[in-house]
């Protein structure tokens, strides 16, 4: 049976990216604690278990969120992460983040900057990068999307999702098709479906009968998986209590497949946090996922669990709850409610466990879930996961590290 163990390494934890090289994970925060903005990073050596933890000035104003990270160089003992956030004066920021290892400093540079007046703060939890060098702005609380070029930091388009006050919200999960380039959006409303978004046609399609149950369409909670005869996408939802939101499946032209239902494990059992290992030896898709009984905000218990998905018909072929727990109260930031392309599980093939980076929302303290996965057969790899000992970014958008 699998095993997990929970080391708490620094807190605040809401507000938080990463970055892994191969051996070590590199966070950056931005917050408020107790009302106070508060701007921190940190570097944990995965095999050592170790943190170095630094406080950071700020250059600009109020930024909340992990931030859109973009670009990563190094050289001379320093990487370089750029990231971008919303500010308090409604500008997009172009921040740059420098962990320089030989001098155990950590320090931010605003690097540009571009007004907009429907821009806000929470903005950055909501929008994404596409490996077009391009951004994809999608505005708090108001219906914007903003298309920005990220080579001469302009708006390339602003539409209106017809959304309202229910904003838009979008994953990396975004496809390049004969007609356009394709992403996966959610509106910020309890029972709505997902949307396809056709990037230059600047155009938003509703996916029938793709909605997460009663509860909200949030991308970020989802993945895609590209192995040897298919490529698997779903997503779910996160935000509304006293729902079960299923699993929801898609093709790459974002066309509903089918849904998983998770109601066999809690009445309102919802993924807060995942990582999918691959197919097994039967060829089901294989995920290790932390579960609640609800929302995170009421749930009283949640459980790790092994989840079997039959790729043919969506359905939850088998579940292992195999460590529960009532005394915390987990939010994936690697794949789960604040995921974003670059915060992927952590794996360590050789030794077979996989890191998934958590929040606890009980004490605001960042949390490294690691599973000792040694007993479940993976016949097929899911390649999208930073590995231990490799030095990379295993995404869609082909982000590479840029040497200096």
């Known amino acids: 049976m699998p095993s997990i163990t929970f080391s708490k390494i620094f807190s605040p934890s809401r507000g938080t990216g990463y970055w892994f090289d191969g051996r070590k994970i590199y966070f950056f925060t931005c917050t408020k604690v107790s009302g106070y903005p508060t701007y921190r990073a940190a570097i944990y050596d995965v095999k050592a278990g170790t ?38 004066d409604s500008e997009l920021v172009d921040i740059e983040w420098i962990f320089d290892e030989v001098n155990d400093t950590v320090s931010a540079q605003l690097k540009r900057s571009l007004y907009d007046a429907n821009f806000s703060t929470e903005t950055s939890w909501q929008s994404t990068v596409l490996g077009l060098g391009e951004a994809l702005i999608m505005n708090y609380n108001s219906p914007y999307i903003t298309l920005v070029d990220l080579k001469d930091f302009t708006k390339v388009w602003q539409i209106s999702s017809g959304f309202g006050s229910n904003n838009p919200r979008a994953d990396a999960i975004w496809f390049v098709r004969d007609d356009d380039v394709y ?48 490529t698997y996408i779903f997503a779910s939802g996160g935000t509304v209590d006293n729902t079960t939101p299923p699993l929801v499946w898609f093709d790459e032209d974002l066309s509903k497949l089918g849904k998983t239902s998770l109601s066999s494990i809690y009445d309102h059992a919802r993924l807060s946090a995942f990582a999918v290992l691959g197919l097994d030896e039967n060829n089901y898709i294989t995920i290790i996922g932390l579960i609640p009984n609800n929302n995170l905000g009421p749930s009283t218990e949640a459980s790790a669990c092994v989840l079997k998905i039959n790729p043919s018909n969506y359905s939850l072929v088998s579940y292992n709850k195999f460590t529960t727990w009532t005394d915390k109260k987990l939010a994936g930031i690697g794949k789960g409610q604040a995921g974003k392309y670059y915060t992927l599980p952590i794996v360590d093939w050789e030794n077979s466990k996989v890191i998934i980076v958590a929040r606890d929302q009980k004490d605001d303290k960042l949390t490294i879930c690691e599973v000792d996965f040694s007993d479940i057969e993976i016949t097929e790899r899911n390649p999208r996961m930073y590995e231990v000992g490799v030095t990379k970014i295993p995404t869609q958008l082909t982000l590479q590290v840029v040497p200096l």
């Not at 630094?54 to 990231?83: F, I, Q």
Request: glycine content about 12%; overall charge positive.
């Open 51 to 88: 943190v170095k933890t630094y406080d950071v000035s700020w250059p600009t104003s109020y930024c909340e969120g992990p931030g859109c990270l973009y670009k990563v160089t190094r050289g001379g003992g320093k990487t370089y992460l750029r990231v971008l956030y919303v500010n308090l």
């Open 183 to 230: 992403v996966l959006v959610g509106r910020h409303l309890s029972g709505a479906n997902f949307y396809r978004l056709k990037v230059y046609a600047k155009s938003l399609e509703e996916i029938t009968d793709s909605n997460p149950g009663g509860d909200s369409p949030l991308p970020l909670i989802g993945d895609l998986i590209p192995l040897k005869d298919k």
